[in-house]
């Protein structure tokens, strides 16, 4: 019988020796795949979930330093126990060794258990990410975002209720190499459409059913996009000289000339190009007449140097070509010196243009010098200034001189105040020195033009 005890409590110590060992390595592996799977998964939300981390770090140190504090026990254990295995042999009292060993035997598979199953929770935690992470850093919650203009956005964006819970957790590299991320992108919001979709594009060239179509449109419409595009679309189409008669038997002119009362600097504009390009037939000329002093009007008081300002002095332009309907802006002479001299270089071609339609109407000369103008208007004599400008002021005065010897003006300079254009230009004697100082101008086109002029003094 003493031989069979002892066999046994060596079969017994075989068994828990082997146990032991088998726990070291599933502890060891545990903690090895739980720590991977944490790296893993961790790396693409490291910036956002700095306090889950923080969280379920405290809780893997915490695990990582029980396992150790068990693997300490077991490997104590294990050593108790070949040391009894080993005075087995040698000492008669192995009946007392082996029943302790049997009696550590429970707690110890208790122990390893608990440890199991506190991993394993913590591993599926991370690995199955849902709706809710831990319980001290808050809940995680999905919120409809807003769209954004322009497509930006969109999606539902996780938003963060609860206190955030300390910095990230210890032990983590920042210079550890990110795992390439699986999550789907957001996807941009749908860009926003009108109502209503144009038609026609707006370099089309159109028929009179389509342009009548057009008309309908803009005079319908309340929206300033439609009426911006429709306006433009009629102004290229304009530019085709069996359009501008089209137009004008479609009634179209007196739909788009409505547009100058609007408030909008924009429509305003786009009406004024419309209506220039259809000012280049005669026919039409005759029906814009009537609103050519509202357009020369806001024209005047509008921003200087503006879009709308620059449309409508091309508009009053192209309607003072011909002789016929000047008179009707013989009153805004004293603005459009004025506006001569305060314009920028674009202003300043544009209302000199207009000017010399004036100044190639003899009927229209009396009026012209009899008004006030800046005696700084006679910097414009300057070299400093490039050719264009130079060729117009030079044109300007070349008229109205042959204009007041044709008209025989000179003789009546009572008539005429020291602040007249007449005073400025002919009685002052500056503007001669002026032109005198040009004819030695490097532009050999500028030098031409002041020979000429001043061969007719």
């Given at each position: 019988?003493?031989?069979?005890?002892?066999?046994?409590?060596?079969?017994?110590?075989?068994?828990?020796?082997?146990?032991?060992?088998?726990?070291?390595?599933?502890?060891?592996?545990?903690?090895?795949?739980?720590?991977?799977m944490?790296?893993?998964?961790?790396?693409?939300?490291d910036?956002?979930?700095?306090?889950?981390?923080?969280?379920?770090?405290?809780?893997?140190?915490?695990?990582?330093?029980?396992?150790?504090?068990?693997?300490?026990?077991?490997?104590?254990?294990?050593?108790?126990?070949?040391?009894?295995?080993?005075?087995?042999?040698?000492?008669?009292?192995?009946?007392?060794?082996?029943?302790?060993?049997?009696?550590?035997?429970?707690?110890?598979e208790?122990?390893?258990?608990?440890?199991?199953?506190?991993?394993?929770?913590?591993?599926?935690?991370?690995?199955?990410?849902?709706?809710?992470?831990?319980?001290?850093?808050?809940?995680?919650?999905?919120?409809?975002?807003?769209?954004?203009?322009?497509?930006?956005?969109?999606?539902?964006?996780?938003?963060?209720?609860?206190?955030?819970?300390?910095?990230?957790?210890?032990g983590?590299?920042?210079?550890?190499?990110?795992?390439?991320?699986?999550?789907?992108?957001?996807?941009?919001w749908?860009?926003?459409?009108?109502?209503?979709?144009?038609?026609?594009?707006?370099?089309?060239?159109?028929?009179?059913?389509?342009?009548?179509?057009?008309?309908?449109?803009?005079?319908?419409?309340?929206?300033?996009?439609?009426?911006?595009?429709?306006?433009?679309?009629?102004?290229?189409?304009?530019?085709?000289?069996?359009?501008?008669?089209?137009?004008?038997?479609?009634?179209?002119?007196?739909?788009?000339?409505?547009?100058?009362?609007?408030?909008?600097?924009?429509?305003?504009e786009?009406?004024?190009?419309?209506?220039?390009?259809?000012?280049?037939?005669?026919?039409?000329?005759?029906?814009?007449?009537?609103?050519?002093?509202?357009?020369?009007?806001?024209?005047?008081?509008?921003?200087?140097?503006?879009a709308?300002?620059?449309?409508?002095?091309?508009?009053?332009?192209?309607?003072?070509?011909?002789?016929?309907?000047?008179?009707?802006?013989?009153?805004?002479?004293?603005?459009f010196?004025?506006?001569?001299?305060?314009?920028?270089?674009?202003?300043?071609?544009?209302?000199?243009?207009?000017?010399?339609?004036?100044?190639?109407?003899?009927?229209?000369?009396?009026?012209?010098?009899?008004?006030?103008?800046?005696?700084e208007?006679?910097?414009?004599?300057?070299?400093?200034?490039?050719?264009?400008?130079?060729?117009?002021?030079?044109?300007?005065?070349?008229?109205?001189?042959?204009?007041?010897?044709?008209?025989?003006?000179?003789?009546?300079?009572?008539?005429?105040?020291?602040?007249?254009?007449?005073?400025?230009?002919?009685?002052?004697?500056?503007?001669?020195?002026?032109i005198?100082?040009?004819?030695?101008?490097?532009?050999?086109?500028?030098?031409?033009?002041?020979?000429?002029?001043?061969?007719?003094?």
């Amino acid at each position: 019988m003493g031989r069979t005890r002892e066999a046994g409590c060596v079969a017994a110590g075989v068994v828990i020796g082997a146990g032991a060992c088998y726990c070291m390595y599933r502890l060891t592996w545990g903690r090895d795949e739980s720590q991977k799977m944490w790296e893993d998964n961790d790396d693409d939300d490291d910036d956002e979930e700095s306090s889950d981390t923080a969280e379920t770090g405290a809780q893997m140190g915490k695990g990582t330093s029980a396992g150790v504090g068990a693997g300490a026990r077991l490997q104590r254990d294990s050593k108790a126990k070949a040391e009894v295995s080993v005075e087995l042999k040698s000492s008669p009292d192995v009946k007392v060794e082996a029943h302790s060993c049997a009696l550590n035997r429970g707690s110890l598979e208790a122990k390893a258990k608990a440890l199991f199953s506190t991993l394993k929770e913590q591993a599926s935690a991370k690995a199955g990410r849902g709706a809710r992470l831990g319980t001290i850093s808050g809940t995680r919650t999905l919120a409809q975002s807003l769209p954004f203009p322009g497509g930006r956005g969109g999606g539902c964006h996780p938003t963060r209720s609860g206190a955030r819970a300390g910095n990230k957790a210890s032990g983590k590299s920042k210079g550890r190499a990110r795992a390439k991320s699986t999550r789907t992108p957001a996807t941009s919001w749908p860009v926003r459409k009108g109502k209503f979709n144009f038609p026609y594009k707006i370099d089309d060239i159109l028929g009179a059913t389509d342009l009548q179509r057009v008309l309908n449109i803009l005079e319908r419409t309340n929206d300033p996009f439609i009426q911006e595009v429709a306006l433009v679309t009629l102004g290229n189409n304009a530019a085709y000289s069996f359009n501008q008669n089209a137009i004008r038997e479609l009634g179209g002119l007196p739909i788009i000339a409505k547009m100058i009362k609007t408030k909008d600097p924009i429509i305003r504009e786009k009406a004024y190009n419309a209506l220039n390009n259809l000012s280049v037939n005669a026919e039409n000329q005759g029906k814009i007449k009537i609103y050519i002093s509202q357009v020369c009007d806001d024209t005047m008081i509008c921003h200087l140097d503006s879009a709308v300002q620059m449309a409508g002095l091309r508009l009053l332009t192209n309607m003072t070509v011909t002789n016929h309907y000047q008179h009707l802006l013989s009153y805004s002479f004293p603005d459009f010196f004025a506006l001569l001299f305060l314009g920028n270089y674009f202003t300043k071609i544009q209302i000199m243009k207009l000017i010399i339609n004036f100044t190639e109407n003899p009927a229209m000369t009396r009026e012209l010098v009899s008004c006030k103008v800046p005696s700084e208007l006679i910097s414009l004599f300057n070299k400093e200034w490039d050719r264009e400008i130079l060729l117009n002021i030079l044109t300007l005065f070349e008229n109205i001189n042959d204009n007041i010897k044709n008209e025989g003006l000179a003789s009546s300079r009572k008539e005429f105040s020291r602040s007249s254009l007449f005073f400025l230009f002919k009685e002052s004697g500056v503007c001669v020195k002026k032109i005198k100082a040009l004819a030695n101008h490097s532009d050999l086109v500028v030098k031409v033009k002041v020979l000429k002029v001043l061969t007719k003094l």
